[in-house]
């Protein structure tokens, strides 16, 4: 079996980068991964070999606009001189978008079946803006055109299965269970911020996160518990407006931008609380990880969060609704042993949902598998 895989993560060509072991692991899937990456001339990236059978091909585009281009292109040229076989080969584009319009002009050239991942919810309220506004009109007809469709939450498979008369088939992302349980603390973030009480945010500083809702949140909580503290980690484009409502809030001392962190062992191990303020997800890997690393969470109903029991695994407040967020997260200040039994449930039910690398590996095999023989 031959896979032609089309993605956006220029991380794949970084030395040691976890996409780039990964996708080593899923070229031992198959015959041969041929990896079509998205990027400009001034990226500066090259053609790559990863291992033996698994080969990256950058666009090295003029632009970004003209990526898809590139990538519908090059994905051609290698079906040809790659031979790959009806019946024996797959397309899998990582999004609906850029990716996605790619894949699907190679799957109309060469007629091979045509695999998309969904991670995101594209038809969402909140999915907004100029460029996404575009990407939803592509997405819609790339996901009707699909062969499969592959998604990380049985939530994102409800949402989009009116579209499409494709299977559709839910594999959550991977998380290397044993590797974030096992995970030691390096620092207790207490001795470095002055808050008897840490709350955890871990995101994107985007639009759709809401992390509005998270400041409006501490600023009610303050009221009552006036060492509460905020700790957002992340980076993105609402930085500069999210400081200046912390500002206007009151909230000056009593919120921490950390940015992007590589590690974030020491805050899942050592916050008090994780709270996921976002209007919508795909899935919630930060939740996840939260979660397998014992910290209770408050979250709104997104993503994974909707296969997860209210009240025993998480807590889930309304989106719009900053006093129902804050006055659940002061009970659980108030209630040392409600904190206790949260973390305790979220952590065995994520145990119990969640794949082993091997169980991962050898269910994405059988799908590459079943799509290989669609033929149209």
């Known amino acids: 079996m031959k896979i032609l895989m089309i993605s956006s993560d220029r991380n794949i060509l970084s030395p040691g ?27 500066g990236l090259k053609e790559a070999q990863l291992s033996k059978n698994v080969w990256v091909y950058p666009t090295n585009s003029m632009f970004n606009i003209l990526r898809p281009l590139g990538a519908a292109r090059l994905g051609k040229k290698i079906v040809l001189e790659k031979k790959f076989v009806r019946g024996k080969s797959v397309i899998t584009a990582q999004d609906p978008f850029e ?3 790619a894949g699907l002009r190679v799957k109309k050239k060469w007629r091979l079946p045509l695999e998309i991942q969904l991670h995101t919810d594209p038809f969402s309220l909140y999915f907004t803006g ?60 207490h001795a470095l911020y002055p ?26 909580i303050r009221q009552t518990f006036p060492d509460t503290g905020l700790l957002i980690v992340g980076s993105g484009p609402e930085e500069g407006r999210l400081k200046t409502l912390s500002n206007t809030l009151g909230l000056e001392g009593h919120v921490e ?22 209007f919508f997800e795909g899935y919630g890997l930060s939740l996840v990880e939260a979660g397998l690393s014992e910290l209770p969470v408050v979250t709104t109903p997104v993503g994974i969060a909707l296969e997860l029991e209210n009240g025993k695994d998480v807590y889930m407040c309304p989106a719009d609704h900053p006093e129902f967020f804050a006055q659940t997260i002061i009970d659980l200040i108030e209630n040392n042993q409600k904190r206790e039994n ?9 145990e119990s949902k969640l794949l082993t690398k091997e169980n991962y590996l050898n269910e994405l095999r059988v799908q590459w598998e079943k799509i290989a023989l669609i033929i149209r």
Do not use: C
């Open 17 to 43: 980068s976890a996409v780039g072991e990964r996708m080593k692991e899923y070229g031992a899937l198959a015959e041969e991964l041929h990896i079509v990456l998205l990027s400009d001339r001034f990226h």
């Open 99 to 101: 990716s996605g319009w």
């Open 130 to 189: 100029f460029q996404n506004s575009v990407r939803r009109f592509f997405a819609g007809n790339v996901i009707r055109s699909a062969d499969t469709i592959r998604v990380v939450s049985q939530s994102l498979k409800a949402r989009i299965g009116s579209m499409t008369k494709a299977p559709i088939y839910v594999l959550p992302i991977y998380v290397d269970m044993e590797h974030i349980e096992a995970g030691k603390a390096a620092v207790d973030i």
């Open 195 to 220: 808050w008897r009480f840490i709350l955890l945010a871990v995101s994107r500083l985007t639009p759709e996160k809401n992390l509005d809702l998270a400041l409006n949140t501490l600023a009610l």
């Open 257 to 278: 931008f950390a940015g992007w962190q590589n590690d974030l062992t020491s805050y899942y191990k050592t916050a008090n609380i994780f709270i996921q303020t976002s």
């Open 342 to 350: 949260l973390k305790f449930n979220l952590k065995r039910t994520l």
